[in-house]
C-alpha cells in the first residue's frame, strides 16, 4: 500500500448514505478522500428502511455496525397480508434461528439514523474530508486523474471519482448518458408517533399489506415509539420523477378497496411526503477509466425488495476491497468492483420488479400469489434468501457471487 506521502486520492460524489459510506470504505483502504455534497450541510431525509442481514454485514465490514444496531428495531418477522380480505399470505420468522443462519438481523431504523451512524465513523476518520453547497455539473479525466467541475467552474482534482449522487447523477450523466425509467409507481411517505398508531397494528415487523395496483406497509421506529407508513399504488397520471408533499386525498382515492384494517392507517398521518419512483434498466459498464458510479446512480431500484440502501452498503465495501486488491490502481480496481456489482444489483433490480408485480396482483394473478408459498417451511424460506442475504465482505469480489 502507498505510503502517506503517495497516498490515493480520491472524490466522492454525494454525501447520502452511499456516499457516506464510499468515502469510509475509501479511507479504510488507505485513500485520502474530498467528499462534496450539494446541500448546505451533510444530512438525510426521508422515514424508514429496512436493513437485511447483508446491510448489517456491510456496515461491520465499515465499522459502524454497532452504532446502527443501537439504533435499529429488531424485527420479529417479514409479513405479507392480502389487504383485500386482511389474511395473511406468508410469515417469514427472523428471530434467532434467522440470525444464525445469516450471521446477522432484520432491522428497521430511520433513514436519518442510519445516515448518522456512517457519519459518526466518517468524522472520525482523518483522510476523509467535507465539502457542501457543492453541485458537481461535468467531468474531465486523463491518464493522470480526474478533474469535477461545480456549479461555480470551481475544479476538483484527484487520481480517481466516484459517483454517488443518486438517480439523477452528474456523474453518470458524464459517463453513459442515459436517462431513468419513471415507473408510475409513486410511493407515499409518513412517520407517526406510537399513540397515534392503531393498537391492532402496533406489530413488530415490517407488514405488507398487499393490495390490487396498490400496498401498505408499515414497521416500528426508534425503539418502538414511532411508526414508519409507506402506501404506494399506480398512478393514474403521467409522473415526472421527484418528490413533493403529498395529500390525503389522493392517498384514499387510490385505496377503495382495501380492508378497513389496514386502511385505518391512511386516517393517521398529517403529512405525506410523495415520491414518483424511478429506475433504471441495468447495464454493462459502470466504470470509465478512474470514474465510477455507486448505489443509486449506478443501479436504481423500485423499494419492493427493500435493498436500495443496502445495495449501496454493498457496493461501498465491494469498492474498498477492490481498491485493496488491485494496491491503489484505481482503473483495475474499479473493473474489478463492476465485475462483481453489476450482476448482482441487476439480479436484486429484477427480482424488485417482480415483486412489485407480485404484491399488486388482481384477479387470478391474486389467487395465484396468495397460494405461491403454501407449505413453505421457515428453512425452505431462507434457503430461497440465501443469495442475498447471505453476502459477506470476505467473497464480495466473487463474480458468481450474485
Known amino acids: 500500500m502507498h505510503s502517506s506521502n503517495t497516498r490515493r486520492s480520491a472524490i466522492v460524489v454525494g454525501g447520502g448514505i452511499g456516499g457516506l459510506a464510499a468515502a469510509l470504505a475509501l479511507a479504510r483502504a488507505d485513500v485520502r478522500v474530498l467528499l462534496l455534497e450539494q446541500a448546505p450541510q451533510i444530512g438525510e431525509i426521508g422515514a424508514g428502511i429496512q436493513l437485511g442481514p447483508n446491510a448489517f454485514t456491510a456496515l461491520d465490514a465499515l465499522g459502524a455496525g454497532e452504532a446502527a444496531r443501537n439504533r435499529a428495531v429488531f424485527t420479529d418477522s417479514l409479513t405479507l397480508m392480502d389487504a383485500t380480505n386482511a389474511k395473511p399470505v406468508v410469515r417469514i420468522e427472523t428471530g434467532e434461528r434467522f440470525r444464525e443462519r445469516f450471521g446477522n438481523p432484520y432491522g428497521v431504523i430511520h433513514r436519518a439514523d442510519i445516515h448518522l451512524s456512517i457519519l459518526e465513523a466518517v468524522k472520525d476518520n482523518p483522510l476523509i474530508q467535507f465539502r457542501t453547497d457543492t453541485q458537481i455539473k461535468s467531468l474531465e479525466q486523463n491518464d493522470q486523474g480526474v478533474t469535477v467541475i461545480d456549479q461555480h467552474g470551481e475544479r476538483y482534482s484527484a487520481d480517481a471519482v466516484i459517483g454517488c449522487d443518486g438517480v439523477k447523477s452528474a456523474v453518470r450523466a458524464a459517463l453513459i448518458g442515459d436517462e431513468p425509467r419513471v415507473t408510475g409507481h409513486v410511493v407515499y411517505r409518513a412517520v407517526v408517533d406510537v399513540d397515534n398508531m392503531p393498537e391492532d397494528l402496533r406489530i413488530n415487523a415490517p407488514v405488507v399489506w398487499a393490495g390490487p395496483h396498490c400496498h401498505l406497509v408499515h414497521y416500528p421506529l426508534r425503539g418502538g415509539r414511532q411508526y414508519n407508513l409507506v402506501v404506494t399504488f399506480h398512478s393514474r397520471g403521467q409522473e415526472v420523477w421527484g418528490v413533493r408533499d403529498g395529500s390525503k386525498e389522493e392517498v384514499l382515492s387510490y385505496f377503495e378497496g382495501v380492508h378497513a384494517l389496514p386502511r385505518q392507517m391512511l386516517d393517521r398521518p398529517t403529512s405525506w411526503k410523495r415520491w414518483a419512483t424511478a429506475d433504471r434498466d441495468p447495464v454493462e459498464q459502470w466504470s470509465f477509466g478512474r470514474a465510477t458510479i455507486l448505489g443509486d446512480a449506478a443501479h436504481p431500484m423500485t423499494q419492493y425488495m427493500a435493498q436500495g440502501a443496502c445495495q449501496a452498503l454493498e457496493d461501498a465495501v465491494t469498492l474498498g476491497v477492490a481498491v485493496k486488491a488491485a494496491d491503489g490502481d484505481f482503473v483495475e480496481a474499479f473493473k474489478r468492483y463492476e465485475a462483481a456489482r453489476i450482476p448482482r444489483t441487476a439480479r436484486v433490480l429484477y427480482s424488485a420488479r417482480e415483486m412489485g408485480r407480485i404484491y399488486h396482483a388482481k ?35 466473487e463474480t458468481g457471487a450474485v
Not at 376 to 383: H, K, L
Not at 387 to 393: E, F, I, K, T
Open 363 to 397: 384477479g387470478v394473478d391474486r389467487l395465484v400469489r396468495n397460494a405461491l408459498w403454501v407449505g413453505r417451511t421457515q428453512d425452505q424460506f431462507y434457503d430461497s434468501l440465501q443469495w442475498l442475504y447471505g453476502w459477506s465482505a470476505a467473497n464480495c469480489l
